[in-house]
């Protein structure tokens, strides 16, 4: 069972977040999740890790799930978002977390550790690049394309832009779609569904421009310098970040370790959730409990 709450981050913006267990001599967890995403991704292995008698957030970022809009609108990038994440550290007392982040909560959960590496025990990137969002969809600069192409028609005509993206991201629409375009991979219909009914919230041109402050940033030059436990697990067949990210992310963070998923694809989250909170939890037991030194 989960806990909600909220605060008002460093910008104003109300920012809401669900607690599973309690705090211990564990490190906690502090799951980021993907652009455009609520918390559905995280609804098994939250608490499967919480479980362990560690404490496990999820959160909203600024108009997602729960949570309000920007404070500030300016603040919609992933810097940003790394910020909110402090910012939950600190409304808590948390002291120190392993963050695990999903697609785009991979650059958030990295850009967090730019800003204060101290405070973070470890990394878990789940199906997530390490920069540039839509930048690699397919192995191609497609997605740029169509992201200008989707800014743009918003601009013109944000009314019908808004009708035509609620159509569009009906879960009788976007769900098939996403499967014959390799996008959704085994992925529970009924969770989709949800995260499809998420999505038909957004106002796309706000949407858009995350999309395009997401795209912009790029965490590359950060990976040599990680010097905390760091786990990458990614689909062989994930479309939108294609598998050679986390290899590259394997090659250039010290001591990383990969675990690739055969035929797993960008849900992976929802697609094998056994075998990540298998996975994770494993991984989590090398991190130091607070209050205890690391071996020298």
Same mark, same amino acid.
């Given at each position: 069972?989960?806990?909600?709450?909220? !605060?008002?981050? !460093?910008?104003?913006?109300?920012?809401? !977040?669900?607690?599973?267990?309690?705090?211990?001599?564990?490190? =906690?967890?502090?799951?980021? %999740?993907?652009?455009?995403?609520?918390?559905?991704?995280?609804?098994?292995?939250?608490?499967?890790?919480?479980?362990?008698?560690?404490?496990?957030?999820?959160?909203?970022?600024?108009? +997602?799930?729960?949570?309000?809009? =920007?404070g500030d609108?300016?603040?919609?990038?992933?810097?940003s978002m790394?910020?909110?994440?402090?910012? *939950?550290?600190?409304?808590?007392?948390?002291?120190?977390?392993?963050?695990?982040? +999903?697609?785009?909560?991979?650059?958030?959960?990295?850009?967090?550790?730019?800003?204060?590496?101290?405070?973070?025990?470890?990394?878990?990137?789940?199906?997530?690049?390490?920069?540039?969002?839509?930048?690699?969809?397919?192995?191609?600069?497609?997605?740029? $394309?169509?992201?200008?192409?989707?800014?743009? &028609?918003?601009?013109?005509? =944000?009314? /019908?832009?808004?009708?035509?993206?609620?159509? &569009?991201?009906?879960?009788?629409?976007?769900?098939?779609?996403?499967?014959?375009?390799?996008?959704?991979?085994?992925?529970?219909?009924?969770?989709?569904?949800?995260?499809?009914? +998420?999505?038909?919230? !957004?106002?796309?041109?706000? *949407?858009?421009?995350?999309?395009?402050?997401? +795209?912009?940033?790029?965490?590359?030059?950060?990976?040599?310098? #990680?010097a905390v436990?760091?786990? #990458? $697990?990614?689909?062989?067949?994930?479309?939108?970040?294609?598998?050679?990210?986390?290899?590259?992310?394997?090659?250039?963070?010290?001591?990383?370790?990969? #675990?690739?998923?055969?035929?797993? &694809?960008?849900?992976?989250?929802?697609?094998? =959730?056994? /075998?990540?909170?298998?996975?994770?939890?494993?991984?989590?037991?090398? $991190?130091?409990?607070?209050?205890?030194? %690391?071996?020298?």
């Open positions: 069972m989960s806990l909600p709450g909220n !605060f008002t981050s !460093f910008d104003k913006t109300h920012i809401a !977040f669900r607690s599973y267990g309690s705090a211990s001599d564990l490190v =906690p967890v502090v799951f980021c %999740s993907g652009i455009a995403c609520n918390d559905v991704y995280w609804r098994s292995l939250a608490p499967a890790l919480a479980s362990e008698g560690r404490l496990a957030l999820t959160w909203d970022y600024p108009r +997602h799930g729960d949570s309000g809009p =920007p609108p300016s603040e919609i990038g992933v810097v790394a910020r909110h994440v402090l910012a *939950l550290m600190d409304r808590l007392d948390i002291p120190k977390a392993v963050l695990i982040g +999903h697609s785009m909560g991979v650059q958030v959960a990295l850009e967090t550790y730019r800003l204060s590496g101290g405070r973070v025990a470890g990394l878990v990137a789940i199906a997530g690049p390490y920069g540039q969002t839509v930048g690699n969809l397919y192995g191609t600069g497609l997605g740029v $394309i169509l992201l200008e192409i989707l800014q743009r &028609a918003a601009k013109l005509n =944000p009314k /019908m832009a808004k009708v035509l993206w609620v159509k &569009a991201c009906a879960p009788s629409v976007a769900d098939p779609v996403g499967r014959a375009g390799g996008l959704i991979g085994k992925a529970p219909k009924q969770v989709m569904n949800e995260y499809f009914r +998420h999505l038909q919230r !957004f106002e796309p041109s706000e *949407l858009f421009a995350m999309f395009k402050a997401a +795209h912009q940033h790029t965490a590359e030059d950060l990976l040599p310098m #990680i436990p760091t786990l #990458i $697990i990614h689909g062989t067949r994930d479309v939108m970040s294609p598998f050679f990210l986390a290899q590259r992310m394997e090659e250039k963070i010290p001591h990383a370790r990969l #675990i690739a998923v055969d035929s797993g &694809a960008h849900t992976l989250p929802v697609e094998q =959730p056994e /075998m990540i909170a298998e996975e994770v939890g494993d991984f989590l037991k090398q $991190i130091v409990p607070l209050g205890q030194s %690391s071996p020298r």
